[in-house]
């Protein structure tokens, strides 16, 4: 019997805290979020048996500091931990990622953003107040950004607009795609401070009750992949959040964007656990091993086993520069780094639908019928290059022109 390797590939160095989670992701995948992931992909509904597991076994605060009763999971520890859950549900690991960056955001990596002492205390006023709705009461946090504007692909500020007012912020604003609409207690909303002049510099990253008046989901989702997201539309009107409703201080969001790259590459270890997915399937299949399906080996035709060899070389290309970029997250990284980081992300999201791709060429028609679970990894994994701020064209668009140009150079 064939029997699928972990994440990270035998005999990566792993500490004990990584085995124990990677060990809880791998044993939530198999037993619960893969038996019950065709039924979350038909309906399009959202996994909420996913999440209470993920709450039980203490995931939802993977990336909480330690100070603040969470895991404390680094960059590293995330991402491999997410890309195993995404080997079994490729939804219940993006949207956990949507909830996992306001945590990482708002605690490590704003650790090392630059903040004047009375910005340092204010964020951990207010950062307090959020740790412990999801340490203590396993609350539920989306991130919506997308707005169907230059501002997610970071070119123009963002359309949302947080006024302010006595106590607080006054929102307004329309998300597009937001994942766990309807599904999360709060949306970690991207917004610009509204005043004269405004520019990306003014982005605010604020907590808004689900309930809070003025919040509202509309719209349908009927997707060709990831359709367990639940992405609709967040409209926001006139809804009052008060001032420790901040995941960031003031400039802290722009400052991160720009400093600490590694942050829009959370979406991607999702698509490598896909990736590793339609690799698994496919050997399985060939050997005739998978449950369900009559006992019939495809093995031996030299056509398949070149064709699983094309998938294992572009399954080790993409898991390598994977674990490479992930280790290399954090503040200010060298240009080097941050070229890899790019490449990393582009990798992964296109490499994962072109295993998928090869993967159902290989198998065959019937290994594309809706009662296995190969077709969901294609539809699945075509969705990570086209995910803002990093699609693939973007990823281009960033080393080409960073590889060229020194920051400040132009022509004359
Ligand atoms: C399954 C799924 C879940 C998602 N969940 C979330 C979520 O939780 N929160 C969230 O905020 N968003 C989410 N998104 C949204 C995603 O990040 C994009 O915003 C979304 O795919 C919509 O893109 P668009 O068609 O509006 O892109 P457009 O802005 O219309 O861009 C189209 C394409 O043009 C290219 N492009 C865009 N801007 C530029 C530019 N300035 N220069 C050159 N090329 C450019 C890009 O390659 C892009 O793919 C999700 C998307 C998917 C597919």
Redesign the pocket.
Known sequence: MYVPPPICGEGYPLSAEQRELLATASRLGREKFAPRAAQYDRDASFPFENYDDMRAAGLLKICVPKRYGGVGADFVTYSMVAAEIGRHDGSTA?TWN?HVCSTLWSGALADDLDMTAPERAEHERNRAVHFERIVKHGKLY?????E?S?A??G?APFGTLAAKVDGGWMLNGK??????SGAADYYGVLCTEDKPDRTMRDTLYMAVPGDAPGVSVVGDWD?L??RG?V?RTLLLKDVFVSDDAQLMPRGAYYQAASRWPHMFSTLSPTYMGLAQASYDFTVQYLRGEVPGTPPVKRRMYPTKQIAVAEMRIKLEQTRALFLRAAGEAKVDPSKDERLRCYAAHYTIMENANDIARLAIRTCGGQSMLKNLPLERFYRDSR?GS???PW????CL?RIGREALYEQGEADD
């Open positions: 993006l949507m989306a991130q919506p950004f997308s169907g230059a997610a692909a070119k998300k597009i795609f937001a994942s766990l997707p992949g990831m997201t992405s969705c086209l995910m803002l699609t693939a064209e973007l668009d």
